[in-house]
Structures are given as C-alpha cells and as structure tokens.
T-cell receptor, first 115, second 112 residues
Framework: AQSVTQLDSQVPVFEEAPVELRCNYS??????LFWYVQYPNQGLQLLLK??????LVKGINGFEAEFNKSQTSFHLRKPSVHISDTAEYFC?????????????FGTGTQLKVEL | NAGVTQTPKFRVLKTGQSMTLLCAQD?????MYWYRQDPGMGLRLIHY???????AKGEVPDGYNVSRLKKQNFLLGLESAAPSQTSVYFC???????????FGAGTRLSVL
C-alpha cells in the first residue's frame, strides 16, 4: 500500500516571495511522483512529474520539485510566486504494481498568494 | 482535441434516485478512472478500467457501479443515491504505462 502526506492544508504567502509545499510519501515499492494543480472550479492539471533520472524536476509556471528517496519526500518549490498561482496543489504517488497505474493523492495544500 | 469530457457538469438528486455520469476521452487512452473529491480528503479512487470491457474496484467503490463498453467511454452509475454521495466527481484517463493521468473538469453532484 502507498500513502501521501501533505502536512500543510493552507499556505499563505505574499506575492514575489518564495514558497515550498511539502509532500511525504510511503510505499513498499518503487514509485512515481506527481504534483497536480487545481484552479477554482476546474479539474486537475499536471504540474510536474518524477518518473526516473534526475531528482530535480522542473515543471510548468516556474515550479520545481526534488525527489529525496532517503527522506521519502517530494517537496514543491517556486522562488517567486504570483497572484495567479493561488490554487490547490495535490501531491500524488503511483506504482504499476497490480496494474492500472492508480494514483494515491494527498489531501491537498491551498496556496493563497496575497498582495 | 477535447481531451476528457464529463457530462453533466452539475446535478441535484433526491435520496434514492439513480443517475449515470458519462466520461468520454478522445486520446485513445487504455486506462480510465473515476475519483470523488471531498473537502480535506483529496481525491479518492472509486473504480477504474484498464481496457474496454474491464473494470476494477478502487478505494471507495461502495454504492457505485461502472461500465466500459467502448474504449473511449467510462460510465459511473449511482443506483440509489445517498446524501453521503454528495461530492465532486472527476474522471481521468491515461495511456498505458505513461502514468500521467489527464482529468476532466468534474461533475458537481448534490444529493438531498
């Protein structure tokens, strides 16, 4: 079984400040890791993914994340946020064990960017 | 290219009524999924399908049924709706082992 923990349910930050959204996972097998973003009243969009290779992954809109296997973490970072980054962010993990590429999601972090 | 389309976008049901949510994808994806999203709980997998004619249970399958008669469509049925099924439902699809899921815009369902 696999699980994802997003400890911060809400993160307020001022515009142009840096931000880090934390994600920790647990799994008994190798995993793939994802960050999705959900803007109000919309579906989820893929922000970035880690499948293999370099542990530093760059995504859309200036976001990046680092896979840390020893700490079982996949924290999301952005050096300077914009008002338009206000959204809910979900970390997710999947494995191909058992077929179906099923995703297990964290409970989400609401990022609120203020002027 | 529409991607993943969910129908309807909103629906209000009375307890005990039935309904079917339709998900259609035009990306020729093998895998399709139904999730529900509730405040503070993230997205939870209801059922999924790894190909036409196949379905499997996810994390929270009780009270729901699904069918995948055509590769591009994945239907989610509620036979007797309950207030606990008030939620936002998302459909997603993925291509084989790419592990990247593409999501529809969601269906907001209220059961009174």
């Amino acid at each position: 079984a696999q699980s994802v923990t997003q400890l911060d349910s809400q993160v307020p930050v001022f515009e142009e400040a840096p931000v880090e959204l934390r994600c920790n996972y647990s799994s008994s097998v190798s995993v793939y890791l994802f960050w999705y973003v959900q803007y109000p009243n919309q579906g989820l969009q893929l922000l970035l993914k880690y499948l293999s290779g370099s542990t530093l992954v760059k995504g859309i809109n200036g976001f990046e994340a680092e896979f840390n296997k020893s700490q079982t973490s996949f924290h999301l970072r952005k050096p300077s946020v914009h008002i338009s980054d206000t959204a809910e962010y979900f970390c997710a993990v999947s494995s191909t064990a058992g077929g179906g590429n099923k995703l297990t999601f964290g409970t989400g972090t609401q990022l609120k960017v203020e002027l | 290219n529409a991607g993943v389309t969910q129908t309807p976008k909103f629906r209000v049901l009375k307890t005990g009524q039935s309904m079917t949510l339709l998900c259609a994808q035009d990306m020729n994806h093998e895998y399709m999924y139904w999730y529900r999203q509730d405040p503070g709980m993230g997205l939870r997998l209801i059922h999924y399908s790894v190909g036409e004619g196949t379905t499997a249970k996810g994390e929270v399958p009780d009270g729901y049924n699904v069918s995948r008669l055509k590769k591009q469509n994945f239907l989610l049925g509620l036979e007797s709706a309950a207030p606990s099924q008030t939620s936002v439902y998302f459909c997603a699809s993925s291509f084989g082992t790419s592990n990247i899921q593409y999501f529809g815009a969601g269906t907001r369902l209220s059961v009174l």
